[in-house]
T-cell receptor, first 114, second 114 residues
Framework: NAGVTQTPKFQVLKTGQSMTLQCAQDMNHEYMSWYRQDPGMGLRLIHYSVGAGITDQGEVPNGYNVSRSTTEDFPLRLLSAAPSQTSVYFC?????????????FGNGTRLTVT | GESVGLHLPTLSVQEGDNSIINCAYSNSASDYFIWYKQESGKGPQFIIDIRSNMDKRQGQRVTVLLNKTVKHLSLQIAATQPGDSAVYFCAERDRGSTLGRLYFGRGTQLTVWP
């Protein structure tokens, strides 16, 4: 099993550009989520999904869209990049969030918006 | 604000010593706790978890202790090794929150000296 795979590892965008951060998991996990990690802020939840076709907002969803057309994939789209979106983005999955299963994280995408 | 916090932002120990990393939480509705390790440039890695109906759980070289009376969680690492140098996060789940969302602390930087 590869676990949670994120691409790209690094990305530089200009303000106003759009892009999609990819996330795939091969563990047949129901639950997938996106976090951003900023210095001194800890991990903050952007969006999450409890299964294919179902998504919902976390605590910092503005400026981001997600979709979940398959169990395996959960892409994060930046609609119009802003410098405030410079961060490290982590995708995470778990078997289920109803029965105390831990989140498994990818290795992150480091995004810089200039 | 975040209910999960840390007593110390940094901890330095000598190789072979035992390490204790602490975490305080304020939400009495939290029923599930997880410790993660994050090495530089990587995503958080699951170490050990504990449910609120337990007060101790052991893994390989690690022990998690939960004191619900004072809302305190600790991670003990036995015979600390240089490879244990990383940032350690605690996370809690509020059983009353939407789909058991996890809340993360900001982390403690553990440095192991030879």
């Amino acid at each position: 099993n590869a676990g949670v795979t994120q691409t790209p590892k690094f990305q530089v965008l200009k303000t106003g550009q759009s892009m999609t951060l990819q996330c795939a998991q091969d563990m047949n996990h129901e639950y997938m989520s996106w976090y951003r990690q900023d210095p001194g802020m800890g991990l903050r939840l952007i969006h999450y999904s409890v299964g294919a076709g179902i998504t919902d907002q976390g605590e910092v969803p503005n400026g981001y869209n997600v979709s979940r057309s398959t169990t395996e994939d959960f892409p994060l789209r930046l609609l119009s990049a802003a410098p405030s979106q410079t961060s490290v983005y982590f995708c995470a999955s778990s078997q289920s969030f109803l029965n105390n299963s831990p989140l498994h994280f990818g290795n992150g995408t480091r995004l810089t918006v200039t | 604000g975040e209910s999960v916090g840390l007593h110390l932002p940094t901890l330095s120990v000598q190789e072979g010593d035992n390490s204790i990393i602490n975490c305080a939480y304020s939400n009495s509705a939290s029923d599930y706790f997880i410790w993660y390790k994050q090495e530089s440039g990587k995503g958080p890695q699951f170490i050990i978890d504990i449910r609120s109906n337990m007060d101790k759980r052991q893994g390989q070289r690690v022990t998690v202790l939960l004191n619900k009376t004072v809302k305190h969680l600790s991670l003990q690492i036995a015979a600390t090794q240089p490879g244990d140098s990383a940032v350690y996060f605690c996370a809690e789940r509020d059983r009353g929150s939407t789909l058991g969302r996890l809340y993360f602390g900001r982390g403690t930087q553990l440095t192991v000296w030879p």
